[in-house]
Structures are given as structure tokens and as C-alpha cells.
């Protein structure tokens, strides 16, 4: 038990040392609330109480932070914020002052009194409240209306009420039937109460002092005033160059309205616009369309010269579309074209183009070797100009000479000025057998069909280097047979009446009599007829059998 009891005892001084020092010195200071109120009032008459935090000497706490309550004997009596508490702040500085919070509802002594919620520190006060039309606080029981006039028109759906009666009163004003506005009124009697959302056009105001228990015990005259009907009116919305745009577009946004508005302002994608009348009626505002796509609603407000304000949404919309993407415009790609080679004893010889040149194409690089996965010996050219082709125009040459004998791969690169190698620009692997004189020359490439109701023509890209071209048929079964050679780049097959036939065509290319391209080129579907085609291979195994021959003799 006493380990129980010491470890609660524990407990509490551990929670206590968090409370603020301040708040607890301030506590201990005050002694009790004292209140401050006329002697004397009336029932109804809504007076000004004060409360002070005291302490023993009759000073004011200054840093007295409590929570206090207020209470009378009566149910119905007014206090201030009934049924809560309220709290003391630095800035009240130990001392409230709560203006016409009080109203008693009886007469005779009555008291007031006040506590603080966690402390045993209270106050009181007894008041001397007289009945109803005593003489000791006036005998008045008038009410008048000051404001509106009788017979007046406002501007807008806000009227300021004023008017007199007796001091320190409740006053209930009543619009149109309706009871919904209370208001005290000051030591000289003057009350005054903003009314808003007034939407008739015709409206009947009145006031009624109220006493203690809210009953009235004096109506004012009728009061009749006019709200003047607003012209603000909207009669539609354009915008240019269209509805739907680009995001992030110019606009233009007019408004057609009442001429002469002292206000109108657009709101469109949280943004408020205030436009300028152009012409009579006519409202525009220059701006630029929202930054994401989408739809977009306009809203319109007015305001004419009375005040008088409205606001509508507009039936137009506006639509923002994405800009299109504009992708980067490359450059096309540098390749090598049209290259041969001519082998003689040690001696390789190369001549090739490039297509599209990079700006900083300087030279090239010959690498080569016996083995095709490492090119491990290199040559490097002259600058271009001085290695410029003698045979084709815009082409290069050079020569890589005391080669062994031997079958070997070549790759030519593009350099910079300083050596270093231009990225992309290079060749496709070249094969060449040194020891004996012999040629290569470049695939065969861009083969077109053009056919008419005679003919069908097949052309393809022209090597300056070839000697001529053998042109291959694909049988079905895949096999190349030879059909004919030509020396242009181009075949023609003429047609024969009868059922439509169509067949596979590739080419490629010769450096000399007997020496085709690598690879041939990519096989073309070309339109033949039945009897032409037939006399046409005929004379190709003919011209195949005596060009085969031609080469091992």
C-alpha cells in the first residue's frame, strides 16, 4: 500500500512540474472577480458589466488567465454569452468589459454573479432594477424609424435601418411580415442595423421595443420603401478567334450587355478579367487562353451606375487543346555509297561516295584485317581535297598498298580535323582478296516498278562504278536464275495479251566482266504476260548460258 501510494505521489509531482509557472503564481494572486455595473436599471435595459481579477491588496491581476461563467436568480435574464465560458487573454490585461451584456427580465434587487470555473474565486453585485416606464431611467416608450424615408427607393439589396427609442432597449425589426433582425440601442436611444438581401420591389419595414421578456411594448410607424429594378442584363459572349483554341493562345472575349455599366468583370479559370466597353453594349478583354487543356466556363458580373450588381454563367465555353508536338527535325543520316574496290598484286584500290556529309568531315579511316571481328591494322587518308576521285565527281579515292596475300575485311570511318571519329559514318564491312587482281563493288539498292497496260519497267539506284547489272528471277521455290544483264539501270518487260502474271525480280551489280555485288538487291513484284514472259526466259538461258561460260574461261 505505501508503494502504491508513493508511486501516485510520484505521479502527481512529475505532472505537476509541467504546469506554466506564470499561470499558477497569476491564480494564486487573485482573491476574487469583482464586477462592475450601474446601480440602478430598468427592466429590459441592457447594460455594460465589468470584470476584474482582484488580488488581496485590491489591484488588478494583469496576468489573471482563468475561465469565468456568468449567472443570475432569474431564468430569462440576459448574460454575457449565456450557458459559456470565456476566457481570460493576455491582451484583456485582468479586466473585460462586456457592453449592454446584461438585461434583467424582473424587478426588484437582483444579482449578478460570476466564478471561475477552476478556482474558488467568485463575484457578485446587486442592481436595483425598476419596473417597466419607470420615471428613475426615463418613461419613453416611442419607437421611430429614421432611416429609410417614407416612400424612398434604394439602389442594391441593402438598406441601413436607423432610428430612436429608448436607451439600452432591444429593438426587433420586421421586413415584410418577417421578424428577423434584433438590435440594442445606445445610451442615447440610436439603433441602426444593416438589412441585406432585400428582393422585393416593394417592401414594408417596421420596429418594436421589446421589454424584458421580449413582448412588445412600442411599434413604430409603417415604413414603405421601393428597391429600383436592375437593368443588368447579359446577352451573350464571343470569343475570337474561336471557342476552342490552343492552351496558352491569344483570346479576345467581348461581352454583349447594358450599355453603360460602370463595371464588368469576366471570370475564367480563377482568374477575374475586367474588360472595357468598345462600343455601346460591347465589353472586351485581350487575354491569353488557360495553359492546360480543357473546358473552361465563363462567369459575367455587373455593376451599373446605382450600384445594382449581378452575376451569371455564361452559355459559352471555352475549349484549350494541347499543342501539338513538334518533333526536333533531324538531319538526315551520313552514309557511304557506291564503293568498289580494285585489287592488283599487294595493291587495293578504294573509290566511294558519302551521302548527306557531316559538316566536319575532314578525312577517313581504313581499317583492316584478316579476321573480321578485329580490324587491327589502320590507315589514315589525306584531308578531302586532296584525295578527290578522278573518275566520279564527288567521290574520294585511296590506296592501301604491301598488303600480304590474303583474304581480308575493310571498314572505312569518317574523321574530324583532329582525328576523331565521326559517330555513325561508317561502312558496311568490305571483303577483298589480295594476290590477285579482282574487284568489289556495292549492293544494288532502291529498285522501282513502274507499270502501264504494255510494259513494266524496273529501275534502281545507278552505281558510277558497275560495269552493267545482272538482273535475277526468283522462282517460286526461292532459287535466282539469271535473266538478263544490261548496262543501264534499267529493264524493260513488255506484255502480252491474256491472264495477268506477276514474278519476283532482284538485281546486282558488276565491277568487271564476271564480278558481282555481295548481296542482292531487295526483290521487286513486277506484272508480266503469259507469252511474253515465256519467249523472255528463253533467251535468257541463252544469254545466262553464254555469259556463265564467258566467266571461267
Same mark, same amino acid.
Given at each position: 500500500?505505501?508503494?502504491?501510494?508513493?508511486?501516485?505521489?510520484?505521479?502527481?509531482?512529475?505532472?505537476?512540474?509541467?504546469?506554466?509557472?506564470?499561470?499558477?503564481?497569476?491564480?494564486?494572486?487573485?482573491?476574487?472577480?469583482?464586477?462592475?455595473?450601474?446601480?440602478?436599471?430598468?427592466?429590459?435595459?441592457?447594460?455594460?458589466?465589468?470584470?476584474?481579477?482582484?488580488?488581496?491588496?485590491?489591484?488588478?491581476? =494583469?496576468?489573471?488567465?482563468?475561465?469565468?461563467?456568468?449567472? !443570475?436568480?432569474?431564468? +430569462?435574464? *440576459? #448574460?454575457?454569452?449565456? /450557458? &459559456? @465560458?470565456?476566457?481570460?487573454?493576455?491582451?484583456?490585461?485582468?479586466?473585460?468589459?462586456?457592453?449592454?451584456?446584461?438585461?434583467?427580465?424582473?424587478?426588484?434587487?437582483?444579482?449578478?454573479?460570476?466564478?471561475?470555473?477552476?478556482?474558488?474565486?467568485?463575484?457578485?453585485?446587486?442592481?436595483?432594477?425598476?419596473?417597466?416606464?419607470?420615471?428613475?431611467?426615463?418613461?419613453?416608450? =416611442?419607437?421611430?424609424?429614421?432611416?429609410?424615408?417614407?416612400? !424612398?427607393?434604394?439602389? +442594391?439589396? *441593402? #438598406?441601413?435601418?436607423? /432610428? &430612436? @427609442?429608448?436607451?439600452?432597449?432591444?429593438?426587433?425589426?420586421?421586413?415584410?411580415?418577417?421578424?428577423?433582425?434584433?438590435?440594442?440601442?445606445?445610451?442615447?436611444?440610436?439603433?441602426?442595423?444593416?438589412?441585406?438581401?432585400?428582393?422585393?420591389?416593394?417592401?414594408?419595414?417596421?420596429?418594436?421595443?421589446?421589454?424584458?421578456?421580449?413582448?412588445?411594448?412600442?411599434?413604430?410607424?409603417?415604413?414603405?420603401?421601393?428597391?429600383?429594378?436592375?437593368?443588368?442584363?447579359?446577352? +451573350?459572349? *464571343?470569343?475570337?478567334?474561336?471557342?476552342?483554341?490552343?492552351?496558352?493562345?491569344?483570346?479576345?472575349?467581348?461581352?454583349?450587355?447594358?450599355?453603360?455599366?460602370?463595371?464588368?468583370?469576366?471570370?475564367?479559370?480563377?482568374?477575374?478579367?475586367?474588360?472595357?466597353?468598345?462600343?455601346?453594349?460591347?465589353?472586351?478583354?485581350?487575354?491569353?487562353?488557360?495553359?492546360?487543356?480543357?473546358?473552361?466556363?465563363?462567369?459575367?458580373?455587373?455593376?451599373?451606375?446605382?450600384?445594382?450588381?449581378?452575376?451569371?454563367?455564361?452559355?459559352?465555353?471555352?475549349?484549350?487543346?494541347?499543342?501539338?508536338?513538334?518533333?526536333?527535325?533531324?538531319?538526315?543520316?551520313?552514309?557511304?555509297?557506291?564503293?568498289?574496290?580494285?585489287?592488283?598484286?599487294?595493291?587495293?584500290?578504294?573509290?566511294?561516295?558519302?551521302?548527306?556529309?557531316?559538316?566536319?568531315?575532314?578525312?577517313?579511316?581504313?581499317?583492316?584485317?584478316?579476321?573480321?571481328?578485329?580490324?587491327?591494322?589502320?590507315?589514315?587518308?589525306?584531308?578531302?581535297?586532296?584525295?578527290?576521285?578522278?573518275?566520279?565527281?564527288?567521290?574520294?579515292?585511296?590506296?592501301?598498298?604491301?598488303?600480304?596475300?590474303?583474304?581480308?575485311?575493310?571498314?572505312?570511318?569518317?574523321?574530324?580535323?583532329?582525328?576523331?571519329?565521326?559517330?555513325?559514318?561508317?561502312?558496311?564491312?568490305?571483303?577483298?582478296?589480295?594476290?590477285?587482281?579482282?574487284?568489289?563493288?556495292?549492293?544494288?539498292?532502291?529498285?522501282?516498278?513502274?507499270?502501264?497496260?504494255?510494259?513494266?519497267?524496273?529501275?534502281?539506284?545507278?552505281?558510277?562504278?558497275?560495269?552493267?547489272?545482272?538482273?535475277?528471277?526468283?522462282?517460286?521455290?526461292?532459287?535466282?536464275?539469271?535473266?538478263?544483264?544490261?548496262?543501264?539501270?534499267?529493264?524493260t518487260l513488255f506484255l502480252s495479251k491474256g491472264a495477268v502474271m506477276y514474278e519476283n525480280f532482284a538485281v546486282k551489280a558488276l565491277c568487271d566482266e564476271s564480278t558481282e555485288s555481295k548481296e542482292y538487291s531487295t526483290m521487286s513484284r513486277v506484272q508480266s504476260g503469259p507469252w511474253m514472259i515465256a519467249v523472255l526466259v528463253i533467251i535468257s538461258a541463252i544469254l545466262g548460258a553464254f555469259l556463265m561460260r564467258r566467266r571461267y574461261i
Open positions: 500500500m505505501k508503494k502504491l501510494l508513493s508511486l501516485f505521489t510520484a505521479l502527481f509531482f512529475m505532472g505537476s512540474i509541467f504546469i506554466p509557472v506564470a499561470f499558477l503564481n497569476a491564480a494564486s494572486e487573485t482573491v476574487k472577480l469583482e464586477l462592475i455595473a450601474p446601480t440602478t436599471t430598468r427592466v429590459g435595459e441592457a447594460i455594460d458589466v465589468t470584470v476584474k481579477a482582484i488580488d488581496k491588496d485590491g489591484k488588478t491581476v =494583469t496576468s489573471y488567465r482563468g475561465s469565468i461563467i456568468f449567472n !443570475t436568480d432569474n431564468i +430569462g435574464d *440576459t #448574460v454575457p454569452s449565456p /450557458g &459559456k @465560458t470565456i476566457t481570460f487573454t493576455a491582451d484583456m490585461n485582468g479586466e473585460k468589459t462586456f457592453s449592454k451584456g446584461l438585461i434583467f427580465k424582473k424587478s426588484w434587487k437582483q444579482k449578478l454573479y460570476v466564478s471561475d470555473i477552476s478556482e474558488d474565486i467568485i463575484g457578485e453585485i446587486t442592481i436595483n432594477v425598476d419596473p417597466e416606464g419607470s420615471t428613475t431611467t426615463g418613461g419613453d416608450q =416611442t419607437i421611430t424609424i429614421i432611416t429609410p424615408e417614407n416612400g !424612398t427607393k434604394i439602389a +442594391g439589396e *441593402t #438598406v441601413m435601418v436607423s /432610428g &430612436k @427609442t429608448r436607451k439600452n432597449s432591444k429593438i426587433s425589426l420586421t421586413l415584410n411580415g418577417q421578424d428577423a433582425w434584433t438590435v440594442i440601442s445606445d445610451e442615447s436611444g440610436i439603433f441602426t442595423k444593416n438589412i441585406t438581401g432585400i428582393t422585393q420591389e416593394n417592401n414594408i419595414l417596421l420596429a418594436k421595443l421589446l421589454d424584458g421578456s421580449n413582448a412588445p411594448v412600442a411599434t413604430s410607424s409603417e415604413i414603405k420603401f421601393g428597391r429600383q429594378v436592375s437593368n443588368v442584363a447579359t446577352y +451573350g459572349v *464571343t470569343i475570337s478567334p474561336s471557342s476552342t483554341v490552343e492552351v496558352s493562345s491569344p483570346i479576345d472575349v467581348t461581352v454583349d450587355a447594358t450599355p453603360g455599366l460602370s463595371e464588368l468583370t469576366i471570370s475564367l479559370d480563377w482568374s477575374i478579367l475586367t474588360t472595357k466597353e468598345t462600343t455601346s453594349g460591347k465589353y472586351t478583354i485581350s487575354t491569353i487562353a488557360p495553359q492546360n487543356a480543357g473546358t473552361y466556363k465563363i462567369s459575367i458580373s455587373q455593376k451599373d451606375a446605382l450600384g445594382q450588381a449581378k452575376t451569371t454563367e455564361s452559355e459559352t465555353i471555352l475549349t484549350t487543346t494541347p499543342k501539338p508536338v513538334e518533333l526536333p527535325i533531324l538531319p538526315p543520316p551520313s552514309t557511304f555509297k557506291n564503293i568498289k574496290t580494285v585489287t592488283t598484286g599487294s595493291k587495293v584500290v578504294f573509290d566511294f561516295g558519302v551521302e548527306n556529309a557531316p559538316t566536319d568531315l575532314a578525312g577517313f579511316k581504313i581499317a583492316f584485317w584478316t579476321n573480321a571481328d578485329s580490324l587491327t591494322q589502320e590507315v589514315s587518308t589525306y584531308t578531302l581535297d586532296r584525295i578527290a576521285s578522278p573518275v566520279n565527281s564527288g567521290a574520294y579515292t585511296w590506296y592501301i598498298n604491301k598488303i600480304p596475300e590474303g583474304t581480308y575485311t575493310f571498314k572505312i570511318f569518317g574523321r574530324t580535323q583532329s582525328g576523331t571519329l565521326i559517330s555513325g559514318l561508317v561502312s558496311e564491312p568490305i571483303i577483298a582478296t589480295l594476290g590477285k587482281d579482282s574487284c568489289t563493288i556495292a549492293n544494288v539498292g532502291g529498285l522501282v516498278v513502274d507499270t502501264d497496260t504494255s510494259k513494266s519497267v524496273i529501275s534502281w539506284t545507278a552505281i558510277p562504278e558497275a560495269v552493267s547489272y545482272n538482273l535475277y528471277k526468283i522462282t517460286p521455290a526461292g532459287d535466282y536464275t539469271l535473266f538478263q544483264n544490261t548496262k543501264e539501270a534499267k529493264y
